[in-house]
């Protein structure tokens, strides 16, 4: 499976961001898909992941209530809906797969990934 991050950009603290990954290739729909992200000098970090069912989803404390990850499966798409967004949301965002996995309890773990897409800057301005 191939992925395609997309939607970041310079958004002023406050603001709101939606970040999509498209995927291409077959059976997106047994992938969980994970959205991580890196700033400048700090090590990879898990943002949010859905399972590839959909029905579970799991946040970083730091983003809990700002953000809400989604997926359309008749799409191939992941969304991550940021709101709230600050200063220390800048980063490089990289979208994800791990294939198979539980229906509820999507991994967290970037080396539980298996392909990874290109990375979308998000800069929040303060």
């Known amino acids: 499976v191939q992925l395609q991050a997309s939607g970041g950009g310079l958004v002023q603290t406050g603001g709101s961001l939606r970040l999509s990954c498209r995927a291409s290739?077959?059976?997106?729909?047994?992938?969980?898909i994970g959205w991580f992200r890196q700033a400048p000098g700090k090590e990879r970090e898990i943002v949010a992941a859905i399972s590839w069912s959909g029905e579970g989803t799991y946040y970083a404390d730091s983003v809990k209530g700002r953000v809400t990850i989604s997926r359309d499966n008749t799409e191939s798409t992941v969304y991550l809906q940021m709101n709230s967004l600050k200063p220390e949301d800048s980063a490089v965002y990289f979208c994800?797969?791990?294939?198979?996995?539980?229906?509820?309890?999507?991994?967290?773990?970037?080396?539980?990934?298996?392909?990874w897409g290109q990375g979308t800057q998000v800069t929040v301005s303060s």
């Open positions: 994800a797969a791990a294939r198979g996995g539980s229906a509820y309890y999507p991994v967290s773990k970037s080396y539980e990934y298996d392909y």
């Open positions: 290739g077959r059976n997106f729909n047994i992938y969980a």
